[in-house]
């Protein structure tokens, strides 16, 4: 069936350390991959995304690696400060229903000061 | 510039109690969509609409409906309220076609059924 999954539902690291968040995903058909961020009480915030003819994509701190051979996402975030801690969910754009969107399960970043 | 805005952002129903979500945007985008978020899982695609006037069924629609008269607002309804129901509600945005745009979230509507 459908799945987005991560690998590791929580993760602690040191403030100022480097952070890699994996997900794998099940569509090989899916061409467009997101990364979300979703503090407490609040709604999934967009941090980057990647299209499937890519390989790799850096924003401000952080880069996206798709690995489509494998069907593997990872988010890694630089210099990982405390208000990083956060759930972190990778979701896939199956062109289906409108663009529904599959959410993997979601990690938690926990950041130790 | 507020983004997705959802309203209510609590809400205490009692089975059997009918309701509406409503959603609202000001970026102008084509498509609407309504998730509901369950404890220790991501997020469940509900009703979508890709435009005004249209809506369409997602993978978890039972139990609700959904309207979308003017292209800012998408509402979901809860005709007759079950434990069940009992999540968190997000709606999204994004500009129309397959431009790969992300979806854009608001805060969410908790809402519990007792």
């Known amino acids: 069936g459908e799945s987005v999954g991560l690998h590791l539902p929580t993760l602690s690291v040191q403030e100022g350390d480097n952070s890699i968040i994996n997900c794998a995903y099940s569509?090989?058909?899916?061409?467009?991959f997101i990364w979300y961020k979703q503090e407490s009480g609040k709604g999934p915030q967009f941090i980057i995304d990647?299209?499937?003819?890519?390989d790799k994509r850096q924003g401000q701190r952080v880069t996206v690696l798709l690995n489509k051979t494998v069907k593997h996402l990872s988010l890694q975030i630089a210099a990982t400060q405390p208000g990083d801690s956060a759930v972190y969910f990778c979701a896939e754009n199956t062109n289906n229903q409108g663009g529904k969107l599959i959410f993997g399960q979601g990690t938690e970043l926990s950041v130790k000061p | 510039n507020a983004g997705v805005t959802q309203t209510p952002k609590f809400r205490v129903l009692k089975t059997g109690q009918s309701m509406t979500l409503l959603c609202a945007q000001d970026m102008n985008h084509e498509y609407m969509y309504w998730y509901r978020q369950d404890p220790g899982m991501g997020l469940r695609l509900i009703h979508y609409s890709v435009g005004e006037g249209t809506t369409a069924k997602g993978e978890v629609p039972d139990g609700y409906n959904v309207s979308r008269l003017k292209k800012q607002n998408f509402l979901l309804g809860l005709e007759s309220a079950a434990p069940s129901q009992t999540s968190v509600y997000f709606c999204?945005?994004?500009?129309?076609?397959?431009?790969?745009?992300?979806?854009?979230f608001g805060d969410g509507t908790r809402l519990s059924i007792l």
């Open positions: 999204a945005s994004r500009t129309g076609g397959y431009s790969n745009q992300p979806q854009h």
């Open positions: 569509n090989s058909a899916s061409d467009y």
């Open positions: 990647i299209r499937s003819n890519m």
